[in-house]
């Protein structure tokens, strides 16, 4: 693993697995969105990871527009990079040819300088929340079908769609990639797609804890993913974590004490601390700014990030 003294701290601001009425804080309007994305910029982080919601209602979407509404007016407040999921499902596509198109929509649009870039299968997990949000939840509505629809749901990642994810952003685009992943088996796919030159050092990986179906937070999971890297690429990547919910800190923290970075945001976990919802975003990269700095640690500034994951640069996007 290359370890650099100063860490680079992404930002997630809603994602797509979280429902409006678990907390009156998560960003679903524009103006939300743009508001977390710029106070966890000033906080610290180096990067923003995005997803879109309908503006209407807060349900995810893949549309470009929305994107470009928001990565306009974020990078017009901060220097900060952009990062663009991939992983969003349409919840209106009826073939998987029409999903991939969706999903590579608003990356291939914008041509950012990260696109997040998962290395497999994933289940989501509403579905195990919906007897604890009963009450909470609109009968009829979109979040008690996604919620329930979840259940019988795999995202997909599949060779097909890593191939064209590879080819139509990172060779055709030049987009830089924030490889996640959700077990270790993933880290040999990426492996084996980069043995088949699809893919090219330095690679970041996002390692990713807690999520259904993927690995707990255990630090023993932790270290083992990291020590599997390390097999796997040596010193050709940067290591990189994030964690569901009420671990998100700990998580962070063991990957600090390990020469890694951290990813924190509302779309990973809606908590500041125990019993206390995180208002934004930003609170959250502020409490790990106070932590790794305590460790002697330096933060990563957007073009810092840019010289040490070798990013396209900003003026080379198309927003």
């Given at each position: 693993m290359k370890q650099t003294k100063k860490v680079i701290i992404t930002s997630a601001t809603t994602g797509a697995m979280h429902l409006p009425c678990m907390s009156p804080h998560l960003p679903v309007t524009p103006e939300q969105i743009i508001e977390d994305s710029v106070a966890a910029a000033k906080a610290g982080a180096a990067i923003i990871h995005l997803h879109a919601r309908d503006p209407e209602d807060g349900r995810p979407v893949t549309d470009p527009a929305q994107y470009r509404e928001y990565v306009q007016e974020i990078t017009a407040q901060t220097d900060v990079i952009i990062n663009i999921t991939t992983g969003q499902p349409d919840f209106n596509a009826k073939t998987w040819p029409e999903?991939?198109?969706?999903?590579?929509?608003?990356?291939?649009?914008?041509?950012?300088?990260?696109c997040s870039f998962n290395m497999g299968p994933m289940n989501p997990g509403t579905w195990m929340?919906?007897?604890?949000?009963?009450?909470?939840?609109s009968p009829g509505g979109w979040e008690e079908y996604m919620m329930n629809a979840s259940k019988d749901v795999t995202i997909?990642?599949?060779?097909?769609?890593?191939?064209?994810?590879a080819k139509e952003l990172g060779q055709e685009r030049g987009v830089k990639f924030e490889y996640?992943?959700?077990?270790?088996?993933?880290?040999?796919m990426l492996r084996a797609i980069a043995d088949m030159g699809w893919v090219k050092p330095p690679f970041f990986i996002q390692s990713i804890f807690?999520?259904?179906?993927?690995?707990?937070?255990?630090?023993?999971?932790i270290l083992h993913m990291k020590e599997t890297a390390d097999r796997l690429f040596g010193d050709?990547?940067?290591?990189s974590v994030l964690a569901a919910g009420k671990d998100q800190i700990k998580v962070c923290t063991?990957?600090?004490?390990?020469?890694?970075?951290?990813?924190?945001?509302l779309e990973d976990s809606l908590w500041y601390g125990k019993g206390e919802l995180a208002k934004n975003s930003g609170e959250q990269v502020g409490r790990m700014v106070r932590i790794l700095t305590e460790l002697g640690l330096e933060v990563a500034s957007p073009d810092d990030a840019r010289e040490i994951l070798q990013t396209k640069g900003k003026e080379n996007t198309n927003f």
């Open positions: 999903q991939l198109d969706a999903r590579l929509a608003a990356p291939c649009e914008l041509s950012p300088e990260v929340m919906a007897e604890k949000l009963s009450g909470m939840v997909q990642n599949t060779g097909q769609s890593l191939e064209r994810f996640e992943c959700f077990d270790i088996g993933h880290l040999y807690g999520f259904p179906g993927g690995l707990g937070t255990h630090p023993s999971h050709d990547y940067y290591w063991q990957s600090l004490l390990l020469g890694g970075n951290f990813r924190v945001g």
